[in-house]
């Protein structure tokens, strides 16, 4: 099932793009990776919810404003790589919980990020992750995810290619510049030219 139908079968609608607060980029490809910026929860250019948890805001307020910094997060990687299909693993995540120095369960408010991420991808969106707890977070936002996660090879070469991203030779490039006149050994030493009196002499086992 591709991932534009499981969203529609969970009657998720990935949002637009938010516009990032301050001088960065909501998400960057480099070779097959994605990593996006910190992402906050916001619906329509508006915070969910504000505060901290363990104080103003309670744990599932939390947990349920985590799961839509990761739609928004989600939404980024769709931007640069040409849409979610493309995602061949969700890598890890990191999840910023501003919190009161007594709150203890910032695992459980992260759980919001892990549970969708799982829903939506199935085992691919199985990942390793960070629940920190922080002092305070931008613009008084509770929670803040980051991504990053890995493209499927037809998902970036599809994507506009980065500098540093990996190129994997196919047909004549594999074999230098092709055909008899073109061969190479092991190690990319050049070999004799075909019909040359080197090749006939190594043809005869001489030197």
Request: net charge positive; hydrophobic share 50%; aromatic share 4%.
């Amino acid at each position: 099932m591709s991932v534009a139908a499981r969203l529609a079968l969970l009657g998720i609608e990935l949002p637009a793009v938010a516009a990032p607060v301050a001088a960065y980029v909501p998400a960057l490809r480099w070779g097959d990776l994605v990593h996006t910026s910190g992402q906050l929860p916001f619906v329509g250019g508006v915070l969910v919810a504000t505060g901290r948890v363990g104080a103003e805001v309670s744990v599932p307020q939390a947990a349920d404003a985590a799961r839509t910094a990761t739609l928004n997060a989600l939404a980024a990687v769709a931007s640069v790589s040409g849409g979610l299909d493309a995602v061949a693993r969700v890598v890890k995540v990191v999840v910023y919980v501003a919190s009161t120095p007594d709150f203890h369960a910032q695992p459980a408010v992260a759980n919001g990020a892990s549970v969708l991420l799982g829903e939506i991808f199935g085992d691919r969106g199985a990942h390793v992750r960070s629940a920190i707890g922080v002092a305070a977070l931008p613009l008084g936002s509770p929670v803040e995810v980051e991504l990053t996660v890995a493209l499927a090879w037809r998902g970036a070469r599809l994507a506009r290619r980065s500098p540093g991203a990996a190129v994997v030779p196919t047909g004549r490039q594999a074999t230098g510049r092709g055909g008899a006149g073109g061969r190479r050994r092991a190690g990319g030493l050049p070999g004799p030219r075909a019909g040359s009196s080197r090749a006939r002499r190594t043809r005869r086992g001489t030197c």
